[in-house]
């Protein structure tokens, strides 16, 4: 079973930055692509960004794009989200996940692709 463990999250003032951890405490994270989903009360999960098995490709939801940076230590087992320019509509738990991928360059941006999940950081953005 892969263990997938978020952390990271807190409160933030807007305009402030978080950075978001992933860690996947397997031997080869560079076997899984993973992405970074947020849930706000009520909804449905949707997708914020993903990265392909060595960072190779990087994709973004439009309204983090310029804000929110994902990048990967696969040799520390951990992936990242940078979040800058907080506002408050970011307020939401932050999910990671991550599917093991034979394809290079390839991320998904749909959550039912993702088998491995853990279990959110909450991030608050205080207008």
């Known amino acids: 079973q892969v263990q997938v463990t978020e952390s990271g999250g807190g409160l933030v003032q807007s305009g402030g930055s978080l950075r978001l951890s992933c860690t996947v405490p397997?031997?080869?994270?560079?076997?899984?692509?993973v992405g970074w989903f947020r849930q706000y009360p009520g909804k449905e999960r949707e997708w914020v960004s993903c990265i392909s098995r060595f960072g190779e490709r990087t994709s973004y939801t439009d309204s983090v794009k310029d804000r929110f940076t994902i990048f990967r230590e696969n040799v520390k087992g951990t992936v990242y989200l940078q979040m800058n320019l907080l506002q408050a509509d970011d307020t939401a738990l932050y999910y990671c996940a991550a599917m093991r991928e034979g394809r290079m360059r390839y991320c998904s941006d749909s959550p039912e692709n993702y088998p491995y999940w853990g279990q959110g950081t909450q991030v608050t953005v205080s207008s």
């Open positions: 397997i031997v080869r994270l560079d076997e899984y692509a």
